[in-house]
């Protein structure tokens, strides 16, 4: 892999991940009263610096652009190392939107409130740290770090079974990320052993040039860490309750943010440094990606809780970013990434949904809804467009990269394409019956409910700006889907370069 650098004339990058870090520092030593704003103006701050990087970035040609490095530890080959291509920066700035979302939406937290806002300051600066790394020992620390913060906002701030939940999501993801560790410390003993170079710069470790057998140990190490956060059936199992105890906000990182960095991490690493093995587990890949679709879809459609059948239909959405990666040509890889960023605002959008209904209606339950879109159409409005974008509407973000990741999945394989694309049928059906018994469904609605349901009142001005940006994104993409191929194409071609010769 060819690569230029393009070197930042400002530090972009580091500011944006100092910058939470700072904030989260500062509120230790202000009122409680100081929390919530502190943490919206510097979330929308990290927003305008991440669009200001996405529409600066020179999408003409392949290269890391704002780049910086610093030498840590020499001795090591340790260095400070980060910048963006397409594909980070896709993922930095799906970061920033997500993050102003969850911040307005906390507006209403009244327990703990400083050490909320601080936890969540920190997550956001070491999701922005994972996707910008390009050295493996701050990929591997921003990676790690993104695990306390998480597990707190759950423990501290979820619902009953919190601490069970929180506990699972630790285990599972501290678990892989110990696979993760053994092959990246593999990898840099072996590039000393064969080349006599110390470095962990992820531009090393690209050329290394690893013997088959060996491709096949490190790939098999790095993708059980990243099978976990997708996270890739059978290893799904954590999701669930995570979801389902975490508070709102907590639930909208997870499933926008958290989510990506597994998928990302096959994309970044495991094609690129293993592309031999790559080629040889495309089948059994494609068969986690199949399972993953269907099964979790038709789990979803058993659910009577709201945010256990918005886990698992998240399960099988990333089941579409699975085959479309591994289908190794640039539709299917093209659709990987836009159905990554698409779901991320989709799957934001629907838990912000189900935590507006649990505000207005105390319960998660769908038997206890039914006929709620008379009494707050605004609501009924944006969770429609959400559900129809999640279920891949012509016109709406879902369509698009789904369409691109069945594209390329059926170059490769006639099979897998036709499994997949027939459990979109299963998708649609599931959102459907969802906004139907929640929204509509007024044939249950008994006198009494709907004494219940006039003192409803609709969205306030906090809860409508967490879902705006979402659902603009949402018809941006949908509409003209242009730019964004555009925009990754060359990362994409990057990345397939020792697959497709580009």
């Not at 943490?39 to 652009?65: N, P, R």
């Not at 093209?334 to 189900?354: E, R, V």
């Not at 994104?473 to 003209?480: A, K, T």
Request: charged residues 10%.
């Amino acid at each position: 892999m060819t690569v230029e650098f393009v070197n930042a004339t400002f530090p972009i990058i580091t500011i944006s991940i100092i910058i939470p870090l700072l904030a989260a520092g500062l509120l230790f030593f202000l009122p409680e009263r100081h929390a919530k704003p502190v943490s919206i103006i510097t979330s929308i701050i990290v927003f305008v610096l991440s669009t200001y990087m996405l529409f600066a970035y020179d999408y003409s040609t392949y290269s890391i652009q704002f780049y910086e490095k610093y030498s840590w530890i020499p001795f090591l080959g340790v260095s400070y190392e980060v910048g963006v291509d397409a594909l980070s920066l896709t993922m930095v700035w799906l970061t920033a939107v997500s993050f102003v979302a969850a911040f307005v939406w906390s507006t209403n937290i009244q327990k703990r409130i400083k050490e909320y806002f601080i936890a969540f300051l920190v997550l956001e600066a070491a999701c922005i740290g994972v996707f910008v790394s390009w050295d493996l020992v701050w990929f591997y620390i921003f990676w790690e770090a993104m695990l306390i913060p998480m597990f707190l906002i759950i423990g501290v701030w979820g619902y009953a079974e919190r601490i069970y939940a929180a506990t699972k999501f630790f285990i599972y993801t501290f678990f892989g990320s110990l696979f993760l560790l053994i092959g990246v410390i593999g990898m840099y003993i072996y590039q000393y052993y064969e080349k006599g170079i110390l470095s962990t710069s992820y531009f090393d470790l690209v050329n290394l040039g690893l013997p088959f057998k060996l491709e096949i140990i490190f790939f098999l190490l790095l993708a059980l860490g990243f099978a976990i956060k997708v996270p890739m059936w059978p290893f799904h199992t954590w999701l669930p309750a995570a979801h389902v105890q975490a508070p709102t906000a907590g639930s909208v990182i997870l499933a926008a943010v958290l989510l990506k960095m597994g998928t990302y991490g096959f994309v970044r690493f495991s094609l690129p440094w293993f592309p031999e093995a790559s080629k040889y587990f495309v089948p059994v890949m494609f068969a986690l990606g199949v399972i993953a679709i269907i099964y979790t879809a038709m789990m979803a459609i058993a659910q009577t809780h709201i945010k256990r059948l918005i886990a698992y239909s998240s399960v099988s959405h990333m089941g579409f970013v699975t085959i479309g990666t591994f289908a190794l040509n640039m539709e299917g890889m093209n659709g990987a990434i836009i159905t990554m960023i698409s779901h991320g605002f989709t799957s934001a959008a629907l838990f912000l949904a189900a935590g507006f209904i649990y505000e207005r209606v105390h319960s998660y339950e769908i038997k206890d809804l039914g006929g709620l879109a008379r009494f707050m159409p605004v609501f009924a409005t944006l969770f429609m467009i959400s559900a129809m974008a999640s279920a891949g509407l012509p016109g709406l973000s879902g369509f698009v990269g789904e369409f691109l990741a069945l594209l390329g999945t059926f170059k490769a394989s006639v099979i897998t394409a036709v499994l997949a694309g027939l459990s979109l049928i299963v998708g649609a059906g599931y959102t459907l019956w969802l906004y139907h018994k929640a929204m509509f469904k007024e044939s249950e609605l008994s006198a009494e409910k709907i004494e219940k349901w006039e003192k409803l009142k609709d969205m306030n001005a906090a809860e409508f700006l967490s879902f705006l940006p979402l659902v603009i994104m949402m018809f941006v993409i949908g509409i003209y889907p242009t730019w964004w191929i555009q925009l990754i194409e060359k990362t994409s071609a990057a990345i397939l370069s020792k697959f497709i010769g580009g």
